[in-house]
T-cell receptor
């Protein structure tokens, strides 16, 4: 089966850096993705890692270590609008995504 | 216009009623998905379809059925709604070529309340 673990809540201040971790157990692994969701709205794709290492997209970066079954999302120069829920998701061999339970990020002034 | 639309956006119904949630997409994607979201439980897959003739059960299909009427339309039905089906429901699509990590595009969601 598949399971993912991520913290339920993270709080940080505006301008800071925050890291959201994700560990996974999967029977087949086809990459780690991150999605952002504001206030029950549509989740939106942020990033994807198929290989070990760091992927950077503006203020957001995502890291993957396949040997450790671990990844993280790094958000830099936090802004109030970054307050949202963040989900990690792993792809399986059937072409589906399995989502973690989400991390609620609160950015304080 | 939105690429993935869901109707209705909000629905309140009573126990035992049959409910249909509809999803349409203009992205030309072959793959479509239905998820439900409950507080603290993330997104759980109900059903998915990789083309018009392909329907598969997801993690939590009991109590639900689906219909893929066309490439662009994927409907979710609750044959006899019960209160623990109260949740936020999302439809999503993805490209069969798997694009970037099978990136999925989500509709705005349907908030369903079963009394």
């Amino acid at each position: 089966g598949q399971s993912l673990e991520q913290p339920s809540e993270v709080t940080a201040v505006e301008g800071a850096i925050v890291q959201i971790n994700c560990t996974y157990q999967t029977s087949g692994f086809y990459g780690l993705s991150w999605y952002q969701q504001h206030d029950g709205g549509a989740p939106t794709f942020l990033s994807y890692n198929a290989l070990d290492g760091l992927e950077e997209t503006g203020r957001f970066s995502s890291f993957l270590s396949r040997s450790d079954s671990y990844g993280y999302l790094l958000l830099q120069e936090l802004q109030m609008k970054d307050s949202a829920s963040y989900f990690c998701a792993v792809g399986d061999q059937g072409g589906k995504l399995i989502f973690g339970q989400g991390t609620e990020l609160s950015v304080k002034p | 216009d939105a690429d993935v639309t869901q109707t209705p956006r909000n629905r309140i119904t009573k126990t035992g009623k049959r409910i249909m949630l509809e999803c349409s997409q203009t992205k030309g994607h072959d793959r479509m998905y239905w998820y439900r979201q409950d507080p603290g439980l993330g997104l759980r897959l109900i059903y998915y379809s990789f083309d018009v003739k392909d329907i598969n059960k997801g993690e939590i299909s009991d109590g639900y059925s689906v219909s893929r009427q066309a490439q662009a339309k994927f409907s979710l039905s609750l044959e006899s709604a019960i209160p623990n089906q109260t949740a936020l429901y999302f439809c999503a699509t993805s490209d069969a070529g798997q694009g970037v990590g099978n990136e999925q595009f989500f509709g705005p969601g349907t908030r369903l309340t079963v009394l």
